[in-house]
């Protein structure tokens, strides 16, 4: 076991050595050949080598295939010779890239934060700061138009990186959805406390909703909690149940408040009167969609993804709800999705300056859109002379993800440079436009809490922190499961005792660590 | 004649055998020599960007973060469990199915038997689990259906953390039991039938042949095997354990190397951490080795080393 991964991750460095002997790094730097404006970057013709992720969907010949990059060559003059990770073991694969002789020119794409600051602040990278402020125009407009990107893009006021941006509101968080056809059939109203939900799903147990005569339901139910121990604990005060910043900006860890006893109480409660399903701590996602149809409530990014296409329109989202503990309507907001991981120019590239206006074009607005939809016209059509709402001009042959994997590497990838709310919300079809509008009617994006942004740790702090993070991820998905499954009954002493547990993990050096690195990010 | 003398004659005398042994001897000095230098991550803190050799020495901090685990008992506990209770059932009951084919008359019936056996050898892991957590659940398993039909309660094989252990073991004893008795098969198949006959000359009866010609005969085997068998105790298989997890059983399920993955790819990321864990486990599996060994030379006088 241990031997074969060596041997796998020893012949991996091999080709990958081999793969990059074929870089630019032979040809000398003319920086007269730099255009300083205009669409085009060069004069002569330029092949840069850029490292990045590759997903199976992705165009069988390569990525100079898809449409993005071919027009993009066009216009910019430059040549990129890709090199690829396969998305299924990127880290190791980047990190290999990393240790090579022959950097490339680039590494695009899925740049976690840690490494950005990390190479940033050692000097491996190039400092864009100054770049960034003269050559990419519509990036510094994008960022001037956001509250809170500045910040985000930079590590002690330098930047290394361009920010890879989702502003989707259907992307920011997940969905909790309960049956609005069981709701109707019952004459029962929208949720907005913990008692009514209980009320409902109860409801939705004993009185036959789908109406076929047999108690089949299963008014509440996930893949071993997933997200909807979110969406209960931010009844209770916290959107997450792990390490989160409160209003005063104090690192709390959750499941050591009395808010989390009080979600713990609640979940138990539903458990044992049969309203959470008995099955939730053994299924997985498969188990959970097997359910279909007989689902009240559940969590998920799409209903259609667990209910089936067909009885996607019979879901709509829950509100935030809210608890004699906590009046003020929150809801988890996810933390990646404006992150400065799009690009890292190793300091051995000279193309810093053709790089930052290369990468500039994919947040101009012909750049957001062959990134997302393709081709105006083509690819995509607009349906009205406003440009309020566009067609994607899916082939018959192909499903729409396949045929974004020859317009753009976003598919698979998540967003690429800006995944634009402007653009992507005007698409005019059938599932995302209801994901839109549930989105919007449950209020979600009015009271987003991010529990705690991604943050820089040093060697020494994760080190410090590595074996209790672990440690805590076990207790308390154990914990949890014991309290909500009634194996443990929750009273003042087994709450005593397992604050004493979490004492013995080190809960506290783990606060403080984050803490630290947290007062540090936000300045 | 020294030792080395008489082996340089063997050798220009049998040069071509000798050649022959090459390849194989590349293959070990390339594939596990070579990549033993990789354990010197484990005394550093690697990260990619420094490479190998310029990273900072951290001395036996990648150690001490392992044992000041809230778990590393439990860990440690589970693995051994697992593996040892694995390598008793796993050992005793493909000798019992190989004595059993061993006695059947029939030719087709016996290899019939023998096909049916090891078929489950070849079900890929993720399937096998699949297979396991449908038979298995109480949520209208056929297992709990003849359970429950019987008046019995229902038992929770996947999620009661006492249960976990068996279940874990007899689902590879069923995927596994055909395969790892074939070799026995064919042990016994090459015993001598003189000694077969002239027991029944002298009126042994089967039960007596089985104990006093059959398992005499393949005990150097089965010691060989369980010795083998010993110097992978720490390495209970990672894809089953952690496709069986749950957070029901995670007390128990939790091992060395589900742990080790949580730290080194999900949590923080740690190369050096899942190095130094490797180099522990690797250690311990050594002196267990060397251990029963030892003590297998000392009972039986069968040994490998």
Known sequence: MQNSKRLVLLSLLTVANLASCGGNNGAAYDPNNFLETGDQIVKEKINLTFFAPLHPLHHKDGWNEMKLFKKMEEKTNIHINWQYGSISSYDELRSAQWESKNKPDAFFLWNPIQEVSYYGERGLVHDLTEDIEKYAPNYNAVVAAHEGYDELQRFDDKIYSFLSINDVPRDQTFKQFINK?????????????????????????????NGNGIPDE????????????????????????????????????????????????????????????????????????????????????????????????????????????????MWLGFNSTVSPSAILVPKSSPYHRE???????????????????????????????????????????????????????????????????????????????????????????????????????????????AIIETDLEIYAS???????????ELDDETWAEHLSSLEKIKVSKLKEITQAAYDRRVK | MSGIKRLGIEMKKHWVLYLFLIPALTYVLIFCYVPIIGIIIAFKDYSPALGFFDSPWVGWDKFEMFFSSYYFWDILRNTLVLSLYSLVVNTIFPILLALLINEVASVRFKRFIQTLSYMPYFISLVVLVGMFNMFLSTDGGFMNQIITGLGLPPVDFLGDPALFSTTYVFTGLWQGVGWWAIIYV?????????????????????????????????LPLIMVLTIMAMGQVMNVGFEKVFLMQNPANREVSEIISTYTYNVSFVTVKDMSFGTAVGLFNSVVNIILLVGANAISKALTKESIL
């Open chain 2, 186 to 218: 064919g042990a016994l198949a090459n015993i001598s039938p003189d000694l077969h006959e002239a027991a029944a000359v002298d009126g042994a009866s089967r039960m007596q042949r089985i104990l006093h010609i059959n398992l005499p005969s393949i």
């Open chain 1, 218 to 329: 299963v008014p509440l139910s996930s893949a071993k909690l997933n997200q909807t121990r979110n969406f209960l604990m931010s009844a209770f005060g916290f959107v997450s149940t792990g390490l989160e910043v409160n209003g005063a900006g104090k690192v709390v860890y959750v499941p050591e408040t009395d808010n989390y006893r009080a979600y713990l109480e609640y979940a138990a409660k539903l458990y044992k009167d049969g309203l959470l399903d008995n099955s939730t701590f053994l299924i997985d996602d498969a188990g959970l969609s097997a359910k279909g149809d007989l689902l009240g409530s559940f969590d998920g990014a799409a209903a259609y993804l667990v209910a089936g296409m067909a009885n996607d329109a019979d879901y709509v989202a829950l509100p935030p709800l809210t608890s004699s503990m906590n009046q003020k309507k």
């Open chain 1, 478 to 488: 154990v914990f949890e499961q014991k309290v909500i499954t009634g194996k443990v």
């Open chain 1, 181 to 209: 056809k069981w709701l109707d059939n019952l004459g029962l109203s929208m949720p907005t406390t913990v008692e009514e939900y209980a009320k409902v799903l109860k409801a939705f147990k004993e009185n036959d909703p």
């Open chain 1, 355 to 465: 790089i930052v206006r290369w990468m500039d074009f994919l947040y101009s607005q012909e750049g957001i859109q062959l990134q997302a939809f393709g081709e105006e016209g083509i690819d995509f059509t607009w349906k009205d002379e406003a440009k309020t709402s566009f067609t994607f001009n899916v082939p018959d042959n192909m499903s729409i993800e396949e045929f974004r994997g020859t317009l753009t590497p976003g598919v698979g990838l998540g967003q690429v440079g800006y995944w634009s709310k402007d653009f992507v919300l005007k698409e005019d079809n059938e599932y995302t436009g209801r994901i839109n509008k549930n989105v919007e009617d449950a209020g979600y994006m009015d009271c987003l809490k991010i529990p705690m942004p991604e943050l820089v740790f040093t060697n020494e702090e994760r080190n410090g922190k």
